[in-house]
């Protein structure tokens, strides 16, 4: 009963993203996102700081690792089968370790998702994506990393919350529910 | 020296794209954007009244073609070697026949490109894209045909000009000018 009752807090999932207006977030898997604007970083920080955790794939986690390391972090990655923890730092399989359960333990109830591709596309296909923040800076990339990415097409509906202009050289801040 | 004259006229490029929130603009190169919102179609359509021809790809045509076919249309085809007119539709490949060149012959002052990823890629790559319109409807597809395509990265500036609410349906449109 208690265990059930656990299992049932509310938690809040809400992705960041910065991308080109074509929609890609880096030019590669192992580059960062050093094009960014000043006011998307003040922004971003701003809001990761009211998070209990935040959930990274390994090649983004290895792009921002300082940063990373010194927050309350969740890597995705194949490497380990079971759960492995290093200070702040924990390192899971979702295919192999219950996610859900992990974050219910440590009683974690607002968790950014930060990326890449193959993590924002886990959290929607999961229905595990309550909020996105995408940063559009005034970038067209041709060539690089999409915003997400999955064998299949999809037609998920989100809610236009607000636009917001984020500064005077053309980065635009969109704020959106799921509406799934 | 007329000819010289006749070279030099100024020609407006703009492009217009219709776009998932994650840069997607079709499921596949086969099919259409029957995705998108009415007051996007509305905008769309009024805005293409003042142009003198519009330029697509292959597959672009082969989806919209009975629309296309009542307007002047270029069409960016490695079918054919020349260049190909029927009725008001031109076919030819910009690999084998100067587009330019075809541009002034006919007088055409005001160019609207309608995509595919390839032929916004090559406007853009060939510094004729002096404006973009993007409309992003409230997707994410997950999959599917990128907005632009081609086997590099670069970091192409664009300015915004506006950003305006199409709808109460969370539709917005984005307008940019080159900034290269």
């Known amino acids: 009963m208690n265990r059930k009752r656990k299992l049932s807090h509310k938690i809040n999932y809400i992705a960041y993203v910065a ?20 006011e998307d970083w003040n922004f971003f920080q701003k809001s990761i700081s009211k998070f209990d955790a935040v959930v990274v794939g390994h090649n983004t ?58 993590v924002y596309t886990f959290f929607l296909e ?14 067209i990339f041709i060539n690089g990393v999409p915003m997400f990415s999955g064998d299949r097409f999809h037609k998920y509906r989100f809610i236009l919350q607000s636009v917001k202009k984020l500064n005077k050289r053309s980065t635009i801040l969109l704020h959106y529910k799921n509406g799934n």
């Open 19 to 38: 991308s080109s207006i074509d929609g890609r977030i880096a030019k590669s898997n192992q580059s960062g996102t050093d094009w960014t604007s000043k």
């Open 126 to 139: 999961n229905k595990m994506l309550d909020e996105l923040f995408v940063t559009i800076e005034p970038y």
């Open 61 to 118: 986690y290895k792009v921002a690792e300082n940063w990373l390391k010194k927050r309350r972090t969740i890597v995705f990655t194949s490497r380990y089968s079971f759960l492995k923890s290093i200070d702040s730092v924990t390192f899971l399989n979702p295919a192999h370790v219950n996610f859900l359960n992990f974050i219910h333990e440590a009683n974690f109830k607002k968790i950014a998702i930060l990326g890449g591709p193959k």
